[in-house]
């Protein structure tokens, strides 16, 4: 995958996980081009961040961090091949006590 190919792929999966996040009707800030900070009821945070140099989607979460790599179509957790999305969703709910729908 081309650092362009790269940078198309990870755009369009954030952008697919902030309207996810916002259908959720959940607190969420773009800092800076390719990060997004979600901010739960609790005060904590779980951020999600574009990895150029990797090639990854990168996830900082209270239970630990997660790197995410392009396959087939999609994004696999590097340690268990979950999926993105999955992964993300049960994040959330476990840290946040909320429902998101990818």
Do not use: C
């Not at 268990?80 to 993300?88: E, N, Q, V």
């Amino acid at each position: 995958m081309t650092e362009i190919e790269f940078n198309q792929a990870a755009a369009t999966t954030l952008a697919h996980i902030e309207q996810a996040l916002e259908d959720a009707e959940l607190d969420f800030e773009t800092p800076a081009d390719g990060i997004i900070e979600v901010e739960l009821d609790d005060g904590s945070k779980i951020i999600i961040n574009r990895h150029g140099v990797a090639r990854e989607i990168w996830v900082a979460a209270r239970s630990g961090g997660f790197h995410f790599r392009p396959q087939d179509g999609g994004w696999v957790d590097t340690k268990d091949g979950a999926p993105l999305y999955d992964k993300l969703a049960a994040l959330i709910a476990a840290q946040g006590g909320v429902t998101v729908r990818f």
